[in-house]
C-alpha cells in the first residue's frame, strides 16, 4: 500500500534531476555554445594522440579554449620568439582566470618588457609525466621555441618505478565515463567543494582515504627509486630540450604548504592526499624536499638554467587554490620570477620560431 | 555563519528545526526553549567566543533591572531602574560603536592625537541593544510582565534574527514559547517558513547581489560618471539595498517560522509608497515602530503642547538618532536629518489638506529615498556631494564610459533576475489566485511546481555566483 507513495516522490526526485540536467545544458549551450545533447567536460579539449593525450586543436571548454595547433592558449603571432611552458596541471592552468594562468601572464609580463617579441606557447597536459620526450620534441619540432620552461610535478613520482623517457604511450581510446555525459555533478561538485561546512567535507576526505587504503600499506615516504625515476624524467626533458637547439629552463615545485605545516592545514593536505591516499601525509613535504633537491641536480648535472620558485612563491590560499595549483596571484608570481630569468638571459637575440 | 552558507542552509538550520519539531511533539516545551537558546548562543558565539559573553553580560544586566523595575511597587524607583537600564544600553552601545566616532572627533576638533581603541562590536549589537530598552520601557509601563532569565535570553538573541533584526518585543517572542498548536499548525507554519526562506535566498542571491558591481562600481568613482550614469548607479542602489535587506529579513521570518515563532515583518513594498511618512510604515518596519514609540513620542510629550513646530523637532531629532544608529559617520546622521526634514515637510502639507495628482506623490517619494540613499551608501560626505555633483547635469550627460566595462558582465546583471522573474512570476500568480479559490486558475499539478522549484533552485545554486554579506550585518 505504501509503495505508491514511496515511488512518486521517486518520480518527483528524478524530475528534479532531470530538470536540473536540463536546465545545466542550456546555460552551457546559451553561455558556452556547447551541444545540448553531446557530452561536455574538461576532456572535450582533448584527444588520444601517439605520444598519449594531446589538445584538440580549435577545442574550447568552459574557460579552456585549445589554438589550431591543441595548445592551451590563442593563437601564436608571426615573427615573435617563442617559448615552451612544458608540465602538468599547474603549467595547463585550472583555477585561474582566463587568461591567468601562468604561461598567459608570462608572455603579458614579457612583453611589456619587450613590447611584441614573444609567443608563449603552453604545450602543457595535465596529469602527463615530464619524461614524455616525445610528445614534448614533437611540439619543439613544430615550435623550434628559443626558450622552454620546465615546471615538473613531483607528486607524478608517487608509485613510479622507472622513467618514462622514450617510453611508447599506449594510444588511449576516446572513451568517455559515464559521467561525461552528466553535467550536474560538475557543477554541484565545485559547488559543494566552496560551500560545505570544512569539517564535512574532511570528513568526506578522510573516509574517502580510509576506503582507498583500507587493509593496504600506508608509506611513510616515497622509496628512493620513485626520485630516481623522476630525476630521470627530469633530465630526459632538459637533453630534449637540449637536442632542439633550445634553452631549458627548470623551475623547482612549489605548493601550498611551502616547506613546513601549519595548524589548519589539515583540510588542504587530506584534499591532496585523496588523490594519493598510499603516502602519509608527512611523505608529501618529504617528497617536494628530495624531488627538488634530485631536480636541481638534474639540471646542474645538464648545465640547465635553475629557477627557485620554492621559498620564493609564499605559502597559503592568497597563492595557491588548492595544494599545488597557482590563483591569479601566485600565477603571476610565477610569471615574474621565470620571466626575470629569461630577460636576464645572456643571449636575449630573438629567434623566430614557426607561427 | 552568513543566512546564505551550505553551513546554515542544510545543516544548521534544519538540525535544530528537526530538533525542535520532536521535543514539541514530544511535549517537552522547556527542553525546546533551551534547544532554541543553546543553539543560538552557539550561532552567536561560534566566531568568536567573547562575542558570547558580552552578550550574555547584556542579556543579565537587563534581566536583572525588568525584573527590579517589575518588583517595585512604587514609580520612583521603577523610573530609576528604567533610567539605569536605558544609561546602561546606551553606555553598551556607545562603547562599541560610537566610541571610535566619538575620538576622532575630539582628535578632529582639539588637535589632540587620541589613539582608538578600536573594539570590535558585537554582531547585533545595535539590534539587540534596541530589543531590551523596548524591553525595559514596556515593563516600566507595565505593558508586560518581566519574563525569566531563560525565556528573556532565549527570546532577545534568538539565531533568526540576532544579526540584522527584525527588532521584536521580547514577550511576544516568549509568549509564544508556551502557546499549544497542533501538528497540523505547526507543519503549515513550518511549509510557509520553507517557502519564505527559499523567496529571501532568491531575492539576496539572484536579485541583490546581481547589482553590486554596478553599485560598487558607480559609488568607487562617482566623478567618472556622466549624468545619465549617476542616476542609474543611485536607482540600482535603492533596488539593491531592498533586495537585500527584505531578502535577509524573509530569510529571518522563514527560518524562524521553520522554529514556530512568529517574527515581526520588516517591510510592506516600500517603494509603492506615497510619502515619505508611508515610506517609513513600509519601511523596515520595526525601526519604525521603535523610533516613533520610544524616541519621537517622548521627545514630543517632553515638549509639553504637540503642536507642529514641536512635532517637527521631535522628528528631527528622532530620526537624526536613527541616522546614528545605522552607522557612526556623519553621512547615516545626515541621512536621518534628511529623512527628518522630508518628514517635517509631510507633516506641513498633510495640515495644508492640498493633494498632488495622482503618481506625482509617488514619484517624489521613489527620487528623494534614492537621493537620501546617496548618502547611505558613500563613504564619506565628501563622496557623497561628489555623487550628487554627477547627477547635476555636466558635460557628460549621456556617456556610458564608466559602467561600459560592467557591460561583459552583463550575463550575470541582467539575465538572472529576468530568468527568475520569467520563472517566478507566473507561478507565483497561480499560487495567489488558487489560494484565492479563482476559478479562471487551474491548479498547479504537483509536477509543474517540481520543475518550477527545481528550475529556482538551480538558478540560486549555480546562477547567482558568491553570495556577498548582508548590508544590514554591518549595523
Same mark, same amino acid.
Given at each position: 500500500?505504501?509503495?505508491?507513495?514511496?515511488?512518486?516522490?521517486?518520480?518527483?526526485?528524478?524530475?528534479?534531476?532531470?530538470?536540473?540536467?536540463?536546465?545545466?545544458?542550456?546555460?552551457?549551450?546559451?553561455?558556452?555554445?556547447?551541444?545540448?545533447?553531446?557530452?561536455?567536460?574538461?576532456?572535450?579539449?582533448?584527444?588520444?594522440?601517439?605520444?598519449?593525450?594531446?589538445?584538440?586543436?580549435?577545442?574550447?571548454?568552459?574557460?579552456?579554449?585549445?589554438?589550431?595547433?591543441?595548445?592551451?592558449?590563442?593563437e601564436l603571432k608571426p615573427g615573435r620568439t617563442n617559448i615552451v611552458t612544458f608540465g602538468s596541471s599547474e603549467t595547463f592552468g585550472l583555477y585561474e582566470s582566463p587568461d591567468h594562468e601562468y604561461p598567459r601572464q608570462l608572455e603579458n609580463f614579457l612583453n611589456s618588457k619587450r613590447p611584441g617579441a614573444y609567443n608563449v606557447v603552453n604545450i602543457a597536459i595535465p596529469s602527463e609525466p615530464t619524461g614524455n620526450n616525445r610528445y614534448l620534441a614533437r611540439a619543439l619540432k613544430q615550435l623550434s621555441p628559443r626558450y622552454v620552461v620546465i615546471y615538473p610535478s613531483p607528486a607524478l613520482a608517487i608509485g613510479a618505478k622507472a622513467s618514462?623517457?622514450?617510453?611508447?604511450?599506449?594510444?588511449?581510446?576516446?572513451?568517455?565515463?559515464?559521467?561525461?555525459?552528466?553535467?550536474?555533478?560538475?557543477?554541484?561538485?565545485?559547488?559543494?567543494?566552496?560551500?560545505?561546512?570544512?569539517?564535512?567535507?574532511?570528513?568526506?576526505?578522510?573516509?574517502?582515504?580510509?576506503?582507498?587504503?583500507?587493509?593496504?600499506?600506508?608509506?611513510?615516504?616515497?622509496? !628512493?627509486?620513485?626520485?630516481?625515476?623522476?630525476?630521470?624524467?627530469? $633530465?630526459? @626533458?632538459?637533453?630534449?630540450? =637540449? *637536442?632542439?637547439? %633550445?634553452?631549458?629552463?627548470?623551475?623547482?615545485?612549489?605548493?601550498?604548504?611551502?616547506?613546513?605545516?601549519?595548524?589548519?592545514?589539515?583540510?588542504?593536505?587530506?584534499?591532496?592526499?585523496?588523490?594519493?591516499?598510499?603516502?602519509?601525509?608527512?611523505?608529501?613535504?618529504?617528497?617536494?624536499?628530495?624531488?627538488?633537491?634530485?631536480?636541481?641536480?638534474?639540471?646542474?648535472?645538464?648545465?640547465?638554467?635553475?629557477?627557485?620558485?620554492?621559498?620564493?612563491?609564499?605559502?597559503?590560499?592568497?597563492?595557491?587554490? !588548492?595544494?599545488?595549483?597557482?590563483?591569479?596571484?601566485?600565477?603571476? $608570481?610565477? @610569471?615574474?620570477?621565470?620571466? =626575470? *630569468?629569461?630577460? %636576464?638571459?645572456?643571449?636575449?637575440?630573438?629567434?623566430?620560431?614557426?607561427? | 555563519?552568513?543566512?546564505?552558507?551550505?553551513?546554515?542552509?542544510?545543516?544548521?538550520?534544519?538540525?535544530?528545526?528537526?530538533?525542535?519539531?520532536?521535543?514539541?511533539?514530544?511535549?517537552?516545551?522547556?527542553?525546546?526553549?533551551?534547544?532554541?537558546?543553546?543553539?543560538?548562543?552557539?550561532?552567536?558565539?561560534?566566531?568568536?567566543?567573547?562575542?558570547?559573553?558580552?552578550?550574555?553580560?547584556?542579556?543579565?544586566?537587563?534581566?536583572?533591572?525588568?525584573?527590579?523595575?517589575?518588583?517595585?511597587?512604587?514609580?520612583?524607583?521603577?523610573?530609576?531602574?528604567?533610567?539605569?537600564?536605558?544609561?546602561?544600553?546606551?553606555?553598551?552601545?556607545?562603547?562599541?560603536?560610537?566610541?571610535?566616532?566619538?575620538?576622532?572627533?575630539?582628535?578632529?576638533?582639539?588637535?589632540?592625537?587620541?589613539?582608538?581603541?578600536?573594539?570590535?562590536?558585537?554582531?547585533?549589537?545595535?539590534?539587540?541593544?534596541?530589543?531590551?530598552?523596548?524591553?525595559?520601557?514596556?515593563?516600566?509601563?507595565?505593558?508586560?510582565?518581566?519574563?525569566?532569565?531563560?525565556?528573556?535570553?532565549?527570546?532577545?538573541?534568538?539565531?533568526?534574527?540576532?544579526?540584522?533584526?527584525?527588532?521584536?518585543?521580547?514577550?511576544?517572542?516568549?509568549?509564544?514559547?508556551?502557546?499549544?498548536?497542533?501538528?497540523?499548525?505547526?507543519?503549515?507554519?513550518?511549509?510557509?517558513?520553507?517557502?519564505?526562506?527559499?523567496?529571501?535566498?532568491?531575492?539576496?542571491?539572484?536579485?541583490?547581489?546581481?547589482?553590486?558591481?554596478?553599485?560598487?562600481?558607480?559609488?568607487?568613482?562617482?566623478?567618472?560618471?556622466?549624468?545619465?550614469?549617476?542616476?542609474?548607479?543611485?536607482?540600482?542602489?535603492?533596488?539593491?539595498?531592498?533586495?537585500?535587506?527584505?531578502?535577509?529579513?524573509?530569510?529571518?521570518?522563514?527560518?524562524?517560522?521553520?522554529?514556530?515563532?512568529?517574527?515581526?515583518?520588516?517591510?510592506?513594498?516600500?517603494?509603492?509608497?506615497?510619502?515619505?511618512?508611508?515610506?517609513?510604515?513600509?519601511?523596515?518596519?520595526?525601526?519604525?515602530?521603535?523610533?516613533?514609540?520610544?524616541?519621537?513620542?517622548?521627545?514630543?510629550?517632553?515638549?509639553?503642547?504637540?503642536?507642529?513646530?514641536?512635532?517637527?523637532?521631535?522628528?528631527?531629532?528622532?530620526?537624526?538618532?536613527?541616522?546614528?544608529?545605522?552607522?557612526?559617520?556623519?553621512?547615516?546622521?545626515?541621512?536621518?536629518?534628511?529623512?527628518?526634514?522630508?518628514?517635517?515637510?509631510?507633516?506641513?502639507?498633510r495640515k495644508s489638506k492640498r493633494k498632488l495628482p495622482p503618481g506625482v506623490g509617488w514619484l517624489l517619494t521613489l527620487t528623494f529615498v534614492t537621493l537620501a540613499l546617496v548618502l547611505f551608501r558613500a563613504s564619506s560626505l565628501p563622496m557623497a556631494v561628489k555623487f550628487f555633483a554627477a547627477m547635476l547635469p555636466h558635460a557628460n550627460l549621456f556617456g556610458v564610459g564608466a559602467l561600459t566595462p560592467l557591460l561583459q558582465d552583463l550575463p550575470s546583471v541582467a539575465v538572472r533576475p529576468i530568468l527568475l522573474l520569467l520563472v517566478v512570476i507566473p507561478f507565483a500568480v497561480m499560487q495567489i489566485y488558487n489560494a484565492k479559490g479563482a476559478?479562471?486558475?487551474?491548479?498547479?499539478?504537483?509536477?509543474?511546481?517540481?520543475?518550477?522549484?527545481?528550475?529556482?533552485?538551480?538558478?540560486?545554486?549555480?546562477?547567482?555566483?558568491?553570495?556577498?554579506?548582508?548590508?544590514?550585518?554591518?549595523?
Amino acid at each position: 500500500m505504501k509503495i505508491l507513495p514511496a515511488l512518486r516522490v521517486l518520480g518527483y526526485a528524478v524530475l528534479a534531476l532531470a530538470t536540473f540536467e536540463i536546465a545545466a545544458r542550456v546555460e552551457d549551450y546559451v553561455r558556452h555554445g556547447a551541444p545540448l545533447l553531446d557530452a561536455y567536460s574538461i576532456d572535450s579539449v582533448f584527444r588520444p594522440g601517439p605520444f598519449g593525450k594531446e589538445g584538440k586543436p580549435g577545442a574550447h571548454y568552459l574557460k579552456w579554449s585549445m589554438n589550431s595547433l591543441g595548445y592551451r592558449g590563442p593563437e601564436l603571432k608571426p615573427g615573435r620568439t617563442n617559448i615552451v611552458t612544458f608540465g602538468s596541471s599547474e603549467t595547463f592552468g585550472l583555477y585561474e582566470s582566463p587568461d591567468h594562468e601562468y604561461p598567459r601572464q608570462l608572455e603579458n609580463f614579457l612583453n611589456s618588457k619587450r613590447p611584441g617579441a614573444y609567443n608563449v606557447v603552453n604545450i602543457a597536459i595535465p596529469s602527463e609525466p615530464t619524461g614524455n620526450n616525445r610528445y614534448l620534441a614533437r611540439a619543439l619540432k613544430q615550435l623550434s621555441p628559443r626558450y622552454v620552461v620546465i615546471y615538473p610535478s613531483p607528486a607524478l613520482a608517487i608509485g613510479a618505478k622507472a622513467s618514462s623517457c622514450n617510453k611508447t604511450f599506449p594510444r588511449q581510446t576516446d572513451h568517455q565515463q559515464i559521467g561525461d555525459w552528466f553535467r550536474l555533478p560538475g557543477r554541484l561538485g565545485p559547488y559543494l567543494k566552496r560551500n560545505a561546512p570544512k569539517p564535512l567535507l574532511k570528513s568526506f576526505y578522510d573516509f574517502d582515504i580510509w576506503r582507498s587504503t583500507h587493509g593496504g600499506h600506508v608509506m611513510r615516504r616515497v622509496p !628512493d627509486v620513485s626520485i630516481a625515476a623522476y630525476s630521470a624524467d627530469v $633530465l630526459c @626533458a632538459i637533453r630534449t630540450v =637540449d *637536442a632542439y637547439g %633550445a634553452t631549458p629552463i627548470v623551475v623547482t615545485h612549489v605548493t601550498y604548504f611551502g616547506d613546513h605545516l601549519e595548524p589548519g592545514d589539515d583540510m588542504m593536505m587530506a584534499a591532496w592526499r585523496k588523490f594519493f591516499p598510499y603516502l602519509a601525509a608527512p611523505g608529501f613535504l618529504d617528497l617536494e624536499r628530495r624531488a627538488n633537491a634530485a631536480e636541481m641536480e638534474a639540471a646542474k648535472s645538464a648545465g640547465a638554467k635553475i629557477v627557485r620558485a620554492d621559498g620564493v612563491i609564499p605559502r597559503g590560499a592568497g597563492n595557491f587554490a !588548492d595544494f599545488v595549483h597557482f590563483t591569479d596571484h601566485g600565477a603571476a $608570481l610565477m @610569471a615574474v620570477i621565470v620571466g =626575470d *630569468a629569461i630577460l %636576464a638571459d645572456p643571449y636575449p637575440t630573438p629567434k623566430t620560431g614557426h607561427a | 555563519m552568513p543566512f546564505t552558507s551550505l553551513s546554515y542552509l542544510l545543516f544548521f538550520l534544519p538540525a535544530v528545526a528537526i530538533a525542535h519539531a520532536v521535543l514539541l511533539s514530544l511535549k517537552a516545551r522547556r527542553l525546546a526553549v533551551w534547544l532554541l537558546l543553546g543553539s543560538s548562543l552557539w550561532f552567536y558565539a561560534s566566531g568568536r567566543p567573547e562575542q558570547g559573553l558580552l552578550f550574555l553580560a547584556s542579556i543579565v544586566v537587563n534581566w536583572v533591572i525588568a525584573t527590579r523595575i517589575g518588583k517595585a511597587t512604587r514609580d520612583q524607583p521603577r523610573l530609576r531602574w528604567l533610567w539605569v537600564g536605558i544609561v546602561a544600553n546606551v553606555a553598551f552601545l556607545s562603547a562599541f560603536k560610537y566610541i571610535n566616532f566619538f575620538f576622532a572627533q575630539v582628535s578632529g576638533l582639539s588637535g589632540l592625537a587620541l589613539s582608538l581603541p578600536n573594539w570590535p562590536a558585537p554582531l547585533g549589537i545595535s539590534f539587540f541593544t534596541f530589543a531590551q530598552i523596548m524591553y525595559l520601557t514596556d515593563c516600566y509601563q507595565e505593558m508586560y510582565s518581566p519574563v525569566g532569565l531563560v525565556d528573556h535570553a532565549t527570546s532577545t538573541g534568538m539565531f533568526p534574527y540576532i544579526a540584522a533584526g527584525p527588532i521584536v518585543r521580547i514577550p511576544e517572542i516568549s509568549e509564544q514559547f508556551s502557546e499549544k498548536h497542533d501538528r497540523d499548525a505547526r507543519w503549515d507554519l513550518a511549509k510557509r517558513g520553507l517557502v519564505r526562506l527559499g523567496i529571501g535566498f532568491a531575492k539576496k542571491v539572484l536579485l541583490g547581489d546581481s547589482l553590486v558591481t554596478i553599485v560598487n562600481t558607480g559609488f568607487a568613482a562617482p566623478s567618472s560618471l556622466s549624468t545619465y550614469e549617476a542616476w542609474i548607479v543611485a536607482f540600482v542602489y535603492t533596488l539593491q539595498i531592498y533586495f537585500d535587506f527584505s531578502g535577509y529579513t524573509d530569510m529571518a521570518v522563514g527560518s524562524a517560522m521553520l522554529l514556530g515563532i512568529r517574527i515581526p515583518e520588516n517591510f510592506n513594498n516600500p517603494y509603492i509608497a506615497q510619502s515619505v511618512s508611508e515610506f517609513w510604515q513600509r519601511w523596515h518596519m520595526s525601526l519604525s515602530n521603535f523610533i516613533t514609540n520610544y524616541l519621537y513620542t517622548p521627545i514630543l510629550r517632553a515638549q509639553g503642547r504637540p503642536t507642529l513646530k514641536n512635532s517637527v523637532i521631535a522628528v528631527l531629532i528622532a530620526m537624526g538618532l536613527c541616522g546614528l544608529w545605522h552607522g557612526a559617520a556623519w553621512t547615516y546622521v545626515v541621512w536621518g536629518i534628511v529623512h527628518g526634514v522630508a518628514l517635517g515637510v509631510n507633516q506641513y502639507w498633510r495640515k495644508s489638506k492640498r493633494k498632488l495628482p495622482p503618481g506625482v506623490g509617488w514619484l517624489l517619494t521613489l527620487t528623494f529615498v534614492t537621493l537620501a540613499l546617496v548618502l547611505f551608501r558613500a563613504s564619506s560626505l565628501p563622496m557623497a556631494v561628489k555623487f550628487f555633483a554627477a547627477m547635476l547635469p555636466h558635460a557628460n550627460l549621456f556617456g556610458v564610459g564608466a559602467l561600459t566595462p560592467l557591460l561583459q558582465d552583463l550575463p550575470s546583471v541582467a539575465v538572472r533576475p529576468i530568468l527568475l522573474l520569467l520563472v517566478v512570476i507566473p507561478f507565483a500568480v497561480m499560487q495567489i489566485y488558487n489560494a484565492k479559490g479563482a476559478a479562471w486558475a487551474p491548479r498547479i499539478p504537483m509536477s509543474v511546481k517540481v520543475v518550477a522549484y527545481s528550475l529556482m533552485i538551480y538558478m540560486t545554486l549555480f546562477l547567482g555566483g558568491e553570495p556577498t554579506s548582508f548590508v544590514y550585518f554591518q549595523f
